[in-house]
């Protein structure tokens, strides 16, 4: 009796460190941040990210590549054609048979439509203009696809969230299921929901990706981090924005 | 050019204090930082910011290399007369950057 007691904590404490956020205790990152941090990011006129989102409406109208074709070429009016695109982010590409993220479907497009160079990752005009598609998709809520081609993809990112890495041997899933709402050193842990990407974020000074996100958690834990673009990386994009179902955007977002 | 923004109300009443909201897109580089080989990043900063409505100098702010890169500046003044404000960033090589903006006072 005793032994079957103990095994049965033992298999208790197994899913325990493997519990998923019950649906209703699911918080955004904005529940996370200050009074004051919230309320720069939604005033337009005190959200730095603003900035960006003003060059790339500017980047839209541009003719670029050998086509010279804009992107409002194709895509006419950012504000009626982009609502709610970059909620739906990955998606799955039929061509390549793979997910893609956002600033990887904007560098398809310019590659295959444009004939123009890729944007570099983190360059200012990807930001740019992740930023004004993301900002089209604000207050609408995360609505990506889980059609049968995604699930090898969401099944990889689960695995990776989980996967312990790194000289501290730590996943994603004991800080950001577990732990979350606790502190670390002096910022709380959030859920880990990329509502708000591309994100201001003040320790950077600047508007960054989530691949940049996700590669400043894997350098914290002291593991190699992803290559920006890797399938693996884009496969975890997707498992988080699965995992955050139905939580507004608010990109871009402004976080500590 | 640097992107700005900057809001206040278009119109007001004369008499009215209104609230001027400005964020201009700046490295503000401390040049106290070193890039991956070592070598000192050189200092970049707008070290002045000034409002002038109708050519009166309203607001001026000093800037110094502890303030965040894309400074929000926001301040006050007292609606007088319709004309126009010009704001003005001056970074440490005398580079002005300026933007004219109208307002409407009834």
Known sequence: MRALLAAGFALAAVTAAFAEIAPEARRSGDDFVSPEIRAMQNDETANPGMLWVLQGETLWARKAGAAARSCQDCHGDAMASMKGVAARYPAFDAVLARPLDLEQRINRCRTEHQRAEPLAWESEDLLALTAFIARQSRGLPIAVATGPELRPFLDLGKELFRQREGQLNLSCSQCHDDNWGKRLAGSVIPQGHPTGYPIYRLEWQSLGSLQRRLRGCMTGVRAQPFDYGAPQAVALELYLVERARGMPMDAPAVRP | ?106
């Open chain 2, 1 to 106: 050019m640097a992107r700005v923004l900057i809001n206040f109300p278009q119109r007001a009443k004369r008499g009215e204090i209104i609230e001027i909201k400005t964020l201009i897109q700046h490295p503000m580089e401390t040049g106290y930082r070193l890039d991956s080989k070592g070598a000192v990043i050189p200092r970049d900063i707008i070290s002045r910011f000034t409002c002038a409505y109708n050519g009166d100098e309203v607001f001026r702010a000093e800037l110094f290399p502890a303030i965040s890169a894309n400074p929000f500046i926001a301040f006050s003044t007292l609606a007088t007369e319709s004309g126009e404000l010009v704001f003005s960033w001056i970074d440490d090589n005398g580079q002005i950057q300026s933007e004219i903006r109208q307002i409407t006072v009834e």
